[in-house]
Nanobody, 130 residues
């Protein structure tokens, strides 16, 4: 059974930092492209970032580029993808979910498409106060 479990969310002030973690189990982590999406109340789910199965390419939404960094470590077999977030803004407030897409071929332009991902976590809440 595949599970993706996020952690690291919380309530912070504007300008603060947070690091989100997503631990995957029940799958061969090293062959999955991984993504982060978020959804604020009353809004559609939004792509945040993605990383290729090898970890050699990344993709970011315009709204987070330069502030968020996605990473993964396949070598240590921790099955974890991280999202380091700095300079947080109130508009970053949302439930953040990680997702896994079995990789036939990393296509950066498609990594932002939610429909590409087979597995999803339950999410962790990030709230940024002004």
């Amino acid at each position: 059974q595949v599970q993706l479990v996020e952690s690291g969310g919380g309530l912070v002030q504007a300008g603060d930092s947070l690091r989100l973690s997503c631990v995957a189990s029940g799958l061969t982590f090293s062959v999955y492209d991984m993504g982060w999406f978020r959804q604020a109340p009353g809004k559609a789910r939004e792509f945040v970032s993605a990383i290729s199965w090898r970890g050699d390419d990344t993709n970011y939404s315009v709204s987070v580029k330069g502030r968020f960094t996605i990473s993964r470590d396949n070598a240590k077999d921790t099955n974890t993808v991280l999202l380091q977030m700095i300079s947080l803004k109130p508009e970053d407030t949302a439930a953040y979910s990680c997702a896994a897409d079995v990789s036939v071929q990393w296509v950066k332009s498609r990594s932002s498409w939610a429909k590409e991902y087979e597995y999803w976590g339950q999410g962790t809440q990030v709230t940024v106060s002004s």
